[in-house]
């Protein structure tokens, strides 16, 4: 019998015992359902994070920074070190071929003053490509530019909450900002930059709207003093992704060989860490997704047990279809095709139901919804393994059935 | 496609014997049996319960292999197949015909009668054109669409006759096919056989009942997993004796013993 036609014979069967197959389907439908939603949430939840990530230099970002020393004894080349500094840059800048930019910033603690506030804070001595690394657009003015370099001019740039900070509901255009002792004029107000894992977070980008960013030569010039220019970090803007772990390796030869082998400094590939934030993702979906296969486990042995029941009401029908000359094989694949399209049912109407708890979930929590080929995907390839799985057992039996005995069975 | 009359025997058994163990001791269900079934003859095989009656009839028709000897279905020999491949035999060479009828209860007629079909690899527009040409033949085409529940006994087994023949088997094997019916309906199936016989099909009807085995033109009488007699039936002797009898000569030379 051809495989169309046993569907024939399985859509009579589940037709006639409507009963009997929606309880087969309830487990399939809520596994089915449940790693829908699992895919969907996943789903969601790298594309925030990936999302968050490309808000300040996405995955081509590698990042290069300080690590302090932890060796209680130190050799003279360790006492020697002082981190990185605008050497290092130059370096970069020089050897890296995949670098598209390097970006290098130094951050001071001064005395922030305007007629109305007066407190210690952070400043950040920035380049001008600093706006095209993080993605940080004037709102109003302008943000540094290369003359401001070049010029170690004392001009500032604001994120949002700083200039409402210094300013309150003042314009800060033009307006005059004392760091330390030098005033700066306040050139631009940056764009609010916002992001929020879930609804009710806090805003995980606050810290950029609370920069004070002056050119990194006023920095030093005006603050630090500093004769190395030490930076605190430098982002490596790479060409292409598939370039990060090259990147990586090529610049921890430049720097391992500029700080003579003493490890005072750490290459972080935004790739690696986003994978590895991933991972960590991952054991929550494995919850979900044991949940799942729960499900589908017990809906499967429903399934069997019910086909079991149901094979013995047909032993003599099996009977007669091998008396007639359905082969083992006819007879296996009539029950399988029988529990295959059960599970399909169920993974028909799992799918809108497992699509509907990922977006309540989503939506609860605040993240965008989510519908992926995938999900399909899954729940396809569940309900066909589960029914093809657990109508195995029940389809051989049916298929070793003897003739004889089958036909006299009362 | 039928097989031609009283030429070479449609089913030649030799020496067939079927031992079943049952625990400790073997029973002999089966003593030894030869037999030689000509083509185009009606026959019934009769014998007390217990005698291995049915268990001739499943050897016969393939549900079962003897334990020894031979057996030659048209041509095939059939005694050492496989399972597979006596289900290939089955579809081809038998048509059943069960007491109980045996239709599927969920499908419809037609689909009931394409059954054979199906299994047979017929394809999709022959098979219905053969399925309702076989119902038409019993004279219930217009129900093809009908339950087998929606229907009479008399008028299922005429479905499970349609089933039985749709194939064009070498043999029609048909297992006490009144027994479930009242009288004058059990008649009906049997002229329904006797028909079947005069278009030339060979048929086997195993039955306890006399009266039914007289329908056919020859006996044979099983008792002890033996076949105890053999021969023409009343009816067929009477229809010999008076040369007007359309079977007598397919009765074979048997018929004469008596």
């Known amino acids: ?410 | 496609m039928l097989p031609a009359s009283g030429s070479d025997p449609v089913i030649r058994l030799v020496d067939v014997t079927k031992t079943y163990d049952s625990g400790d001791t073997a029973v002999h269900a089966l003593r030894g049996v030869n037999l030689e079934i000509g083509a185009g003859e009606s026959i019934a095989i009769i014998g007390p319960s217990g005698s291995g009656k049915s268990t001739l009839m499943h050897i016969l028709g393939c549900l079962d292999v003897p334990t020894s000897g031979d057996y030659d279905l048209a041509g095939t020999p059939v005694a050492s197949l496989s399972s597979r491949a006596l289900a290939k035999v089955r579809n081809e060479k038998i048509g059943f015909v069960f007491q109980a009828y045996n239709l599927l209860p969920k499908a419809s007629l037609l689909r009931n009668v394409e059954l054979p079909m199906l299994y047979g690899g017929v394809g999709r527009v022959e098979r219905k054109e053969r399925a309702r040409e076989a119902l038409r033949k019993v004279g219930l085409l217009e129900r093809a669409a009908h339950l087998p529940s929606q229907l009479s006994g008399g008028q299922r087994q005429r479905v499970a006759i349609a089933r039985a023949l749709v194939n064009n088997p070498a043999i029609v094997l048909a297992d006490e096919p009144t027994g479930n019916l009242d009288t004058q309906t059990g008649k009906d199936i049997l002229a329904l056989f006797d028909e079947l016989g005069k278009q030339g099909h060979t048929i086997i009807l195993v039955t306890h009942d006399p009266v039914v085995a007289e329908r056919a033109s020859r006996i044979v009488r099983i008792v002890d997993g033996q076949i105890a007699s053999d021969g023409a039936s009343v009816r067929a002797a009477a229809e010999a004796v008076v040369p007007a009898g359309v079977v007598a000569v397919d009765a074979g030379p048997v018929a004469f013993a008596h």
């Open chain 1, 1 to 410: 019998m051809t495989l169309r036609e046993s569907i024939v014979d399985a859509l009579v069967e589940v037709r006639v015992n409507r009963a009997r197959t929606v309880l087969q389907t309830l487990g399939v439908i809520l596994g089915v359902a449940s790693l829908v939603a699992v895919q969907g949430m996943s789903d969601a939840g790298r594309r925030q994070g990936l999302k968050f990530f490309s808000e300040f230099g996405g995955l081509k970002k590698i990042l290069v920074h300080n690590k302090p020393l932890k060796e209680r004894v130190q050799t003279a080349a360790m006492l020697d070190s002082h981190g990185l500094d605008w050497g290092d840059v130059e370096a970069l800048r020089r050897e890296i071929p995949m670098a598209t930019q390097v970006d290098p910033i130094a951050e001071d603690e001064q005395t922030i003053r305007t007629p109305t506030y007066q407190k210690l804070r952070e400043i950040t001595g920035a380049t001008p490509d600093y706006q095209a690394v993080y993605k940080f657009f004037p709102a109003r003015g302008r943000f540094l530019i290369d003359d401001d370099l070049a010029q170690m001019s004392r001009v500032v740039v604001l994120g949002d909450s700083a200039a409402r900070l210094y300013f309150g509901n003042e314009d800060p255009l033009g307006k005059t900002l004392y760091i330390g002792d030098a005033g700066f004029r306040v050139v631009g107000v940056l764009r609010r930059k916002e992001f929020y894992f879930n609804e009710g977070d806090r805003n995980a980008l606050e810290w950029m709207n609370r920069l004070t960013i002056i050119p990194i030569t006023a920095l030093y010039s005006r603050f630090t003093g500093d004769p190395d220019k030490k930076v605190s970090f430098i982002n490596v803007m790479v060409d292409k992704v598939e370039n990060n772990k090259k990147a990586v390796a090529a610049i921890n030869k430049v720097l391992a060989r500029r700080h003579k082998g003493v490890p005072d400094f750490e290459v972080i590939d935004r790739k690696e860490r986003m994978k590895q934030q991933q991972q960590e993702g991952q054991i929550f979906d494995l919850i979900f997704l044991a949940t799942g296969i729960l499900s589908l486990l017990v809906g499967g042995i429903v399934i069997m047990n019910i086909m079991m029941a149901s094979l013995r009401e047909r032993i003599r029908e099996v009977g007669v279809r091998k008396a007639i000359g359905a082969r083992g094989l006819d007879v296996a694949l009539q029950f399988l095709v029988e529990s295959v399209l059960v599970t399909a049912i169920g993974g028909l109407v799992g799918l809108p139901i497992g699509i509907l708890f990922a977006n309540g979930i989503t939506a609860l929590i605040g993240q965008p919804a989510v519908i992926t080929p995938q999900m399909a995907m899954v729940s396809v390839i569940a309900s066909v393994v589960v029914g093809l799985f657990f109508g195995l057992y029940p389809a051989i039996k049916a298929a070793r059935l003897n003739p004889v005995e089958a036909l006299r069975y009362e």
